[in-house]
């Protein structure tokens, strides 16, 4: 599955910004799908994960609470919505899926296999 993510930008502290990721190519229910992000001189790091059918969720400590992560397979398109954003969360923001089974949510990047090209939220006063 190929996949474009859009929708970074540069905010404020304590702004909200939604980030999406449209999939093309195949039928993006089969797969798992996730939310990773870097941070100039840092790993990639797991942000957010959904299972196929988007009955279970995952969150990292650092984003729980503050971050909501949604899919519609109808449209093919993964959400993430970001509150309450902060100058850490600054970093590329990059959208993944992995095939997987239904109901698993995959959260290491080596569990997926397509990746979008990232965009870039910058969190600034």
């Known amino acids: 599955v190929q996949l474009q993510a859009s929708g970074g930008g540069w905010v404020q502290p304590g702004d909200s910004l939604r980030v999406s990721c449209v999939g093309s190519g195949r039928t993006f229910s089969d797969y798992g799908m996730g939310w990773f992000r870097q941070a100039p001189g840092k790993e990639r790091e797991f942000v957010s994960g959904i299972s196929r059918a988007a009955t279970r969720t995952a969150y990292a400590d650092s984003v729980k609470g503050r971050f909501t992560i949604s899919r519609d397979n109808a449209k093919n398109t993964l959400f993430l919505q970001m509150r309450n954003l902060k100058p850490e969360d600054t970093a590329v923001y990059y959208c993944?899926?992995?095939?997987?089974?239904?109901?698993?949510?995959?959260?290491?990047?080596?569990?997926?296999?397509?990746w979008g090209q990232g965009t870039q939220v910058t969190v600034s006063s």
């Open positions: 993944a899926a992995g095939v997987t089974v239904t109901g698993a949510i995959l959260t290491a990047t080596r569990q997926y296999g397509s």
